[in-house]
């Protein structure tokens, strides 16, 4: 049944040493103090960037997934864990991302004296705890695994929000929390359902075992419908501005940046690892559309806001439209597939790292000048030279002008949409081009515009190199060689097989 | 027994209109009696289940720990301040609503029903199991947590610490440190510290042995660290105990105690045994009780801390 | 009709009955009463799958009823979560109430 299914490829320990890291370091955090947490985080981000730099060595290595079977006991009755490419390439991404977010907030939530104090121990931890989940998500291979991984983001998640006690973060993060914890017992009900219907949820093998039954639908769209709550797509995408918005620059820099691409990550796993054996077309298109709303909806949204963190949150809504667009764009194994899937995957690596580089942009913007009001902001693009130059190349890659990753993105999801005869899709990525252009027009005019501006403090240079180091890895990211587009195919399965 | 299908309907007929009136009623208190009382019937349902462990479960922190919160959570918000008149939702919202639900409820219970008439199943997989990695253990339910999907239970664990976390985080800046208000009402209650004399000791004592039994039958660390968290909660609410300071050194490393003995010693399996979170073969099960006794303790620290919330600024009655 | 039918339908019919009450209630306590019904629920389908699992000599399949362990005591601590979360709100702002908009003033001092 399971033939040629080892307990372990080489290397395969890494996968597990990349969960506990940070799960250590929280118990270490949290047993020694608020003191000691900032330096334990920070502490352990080489050691965690180096194991995930290790696995996708390892992966691209051998140009085969690697696997791991906890205890050495293999599914179906034990748990596995599985890195292929898209894993390796967010697990990077994500140390990246957090080692950058980590840094950056090192002085804001830095032990300040003898006593511990609250922002200090819970930022830390919280932190700690998003990089263990995501790990989980992205090497994750049990559907229940994945579940408690998903509790475990948002209850990492939720409090960041409202880390700093003012009442309008209280009741973003309260919303939050009620559309995650909708979205994570609807999950749940699927994964019920998939046990009943196969009695494993172990991904290769359901993959291997389902078929297009009623019951094979029903809990693929409760699982759906629970992660697009999570990923705040159109229209359940209410909570998202509020509780990304108001959240401190690092933490919204996280949660736009990774934590909303972690519930996008298993949508795929559902549908091209789980099901590829399935006609998903009508799915596939509707989730497109979907998108596609998203994409306009958060766009025109932007465009309205007064305030500059609202505006790049919305900018998140509309951007993650995109993201769904590599379901229609990926489907089957046609050869334009190739192009979809690739497009899917630059689309969130650059968008992962350009809008956290914005967030921590307008994190110092907001630190020096003392508000984020867009229209007060004249002339402040001559103070605060290098934040406006790391937003205007973040707004590069969100338009998805060329060189960056967000261009080479739209291109490709263009290329796959002429390639497989779907016209349709090229204008909601055209459109939002242009919204995104629109409002950043509406950024950066004032902040070009002659004037003068008062700043409360001066920005701090090593908050702006962080952001501007993420801003051009968002731009890097468009020179990505075929190598890269390769890699990301390792261990994706075509429709009518399962995983290898 | 021709009576058992009767019964079977008859609970279900119940637990579903328990529930309903939970639902529908206008008063909180009410809502929240009715949802512990719902509790303690699902629990029966889980019985008929065959499936003794998860009614422990239900039972003690289903229905029990999360009645307990609930009512304390109705009590706090009710002290802080009168309740401004709700805004009812308008009849066709209702219709709306019923109607979607009723739609949901529907197709579920169709995909129930179309579940495979032979049904896939992993319990021969865990009997063979018994014989190797579970080797010792009688109860093949805490064979899965414990040992073939360790991995889950200590994320869990790790789980319970992050939302002792976020709880905590929710306090004042300048209330960090403190303890959380209190539990109970002020001023001695003889009844209620009767009570808790005699059945925190008693319910200790059940609360260990049915940890310490749930190796090999119904039983374990989380329905007997929830019996332990209830004693505790029990003396909290009668002031025989006060909730400690959060920052107090021994609630902390309590606390954590049991996923970091977890982590120790599914990283030592590498070494021990070839595997993360392999045990040696033969040792299974005394491993497996000595990673339970931290988790007993974990548990027991870490509900009623959950329960009773951030600290508070000042002493509140 | 076996209990497990019988189960399986009574979880139905509470999924159904906690998102009505989790739709319809505007007071977030009443809302996360609605939610754990929907958690009981959705833990009664895993309990009748376990229950049909019954092979090998045990009258259960023994990995669903461990899922539902982990699944109630992980729903008790987004309970908690929330709780603490209602009851902080409250007594910051003397309403409670999830909608964003009844705090939006145009003021200056924003998230840094």
Known sequence: MTAGIATTTPGGFLLVLAVLLPVAGIILSFATGGRHAGQITLGLTPFGSAVACAIAFRVGQSGKPVFYAIGGLPPPLGIALRADGISAVMLVATAAILTAAAFYAREKFAARDVRESRSALTFWILLQAIWAALTIIFVGSDLFNLYVALELLTFAAVPLVCIDGRPETLAAALRYLLFALFGSISYLLGVALFYGAYGTLDIPLLAQRVQPTPVVWTAAALITGGLLAKTALFPLHLWLPPAHANAPAAASAVLSGLVVKGSFFLTLRLWFYVLPALPTGQVAAALGGLGSAAVIVGGVLALRQARLKLLIAYSTVSQIGYLFLIFPLAAGAHAWSTIGWSAGLMQVLAHAFAKAAMFLSAGVLAEAVGHDQIAKLVGAARVLPLTFLTIALGGLSLMGLPPSGGFSAKWLMLQASVASGQWIWSLPILTGGLLAAGYMYRILTPALSDGEISMESAPRRYQETIAFVLVMIALALGFAPQAFFDFIEIGRPLAGEGPS | ?317 | MTPSTLAGLAGAALVGLGLYGLVLHPHPLRKLLAFNLIGSGVFLVFGIVARRGAAAGLSFDPVPQAMVITGIVVAFAASALAVALILRLYSESGRVTLDPDAWTRPGPEDAK
């Open chain 2, 1 to 317: 027994m021709s009576l058992l299908p009767f019964l079977d309907i008859g609970l279900a007929f119940l637990v579903v209109t328990v529930a309903c009136s939970t639902i529908i009623t206008r008063d909180l208190f009410a809502a929240v009696v009715g949802y512990v009382a719902y509790g303690l019937l699902l629990a029966f349902v889980w019985i008929r289940l065959h499936a003794p462990d998860v009614a422990l479960t239900e039972a003690a922190v289903g229905g029990g720990v999360t009645g307990v919160l609930l009512i304390t959570a109705g009590k706090r918000l009710a002290a802080i301040k009168k309740a401004a008149p709700e805004a009812h939702p308008t009849t066709t919202l209702k219709l709306l609503t019923g109607a979607l639900a009723a739609l949901l409820a529907c197709a579920l219970a169709a995909a129930i029903l179309m579940l495979p008439d032979v049904p896939p199943s992993l319990a021969p997989e865990a009997a063979a199991a018994a014989s190797g990695p579970g080797a010792g253990l009688g109860n093949p339910i805490t064979a899965v947590l414990i040992s073939y999907r360790s991995f889950d239970t200590m994320l869990e664990k790790v789980v319970l610490i992050l939302a002792v976390v976020g709880v905590w985080s929710v306090g004042a800046d300048k209330a960090w440190g403190n303890p959380p208000a209190p539990l109970g009402r002020p001023g001695p209650y003889p009844a209620m510290v009767f009570l808790a004399q005699v059945l925190v000791p008693i319910g200790a004592l059940i609360g260990i042995h049915v940890f310490w039994v749930g190796a090999d039958a119904p039983g374990g660390a989380f329905q007997g660290g929830a019996l332990l968290a209830a004693m505790w909660m029990v003396a909290m609410m009668a002031r025989l105990g006060e909730p400690p300071r959060i920052d107090a050194r021994w609630l902390r490393l309590a606390l954590i105690a049991g996923p970091a003995v977890f982590l120790i010693i599914g990283l030592a399996g590498i070494s021990i045994a070839g595997s993360f979170f392999a045990y040696p073969p033969g040792f299974a099960k005394p491993i497996i009780l000595f990673i339970e006794t931290f988790m007993v303790l974990s548990i027991a620290v870490a509900l009623p801390m959950l329960v009773a919330g951030p600290p508070s600024e000042g002493n509140r009655p």
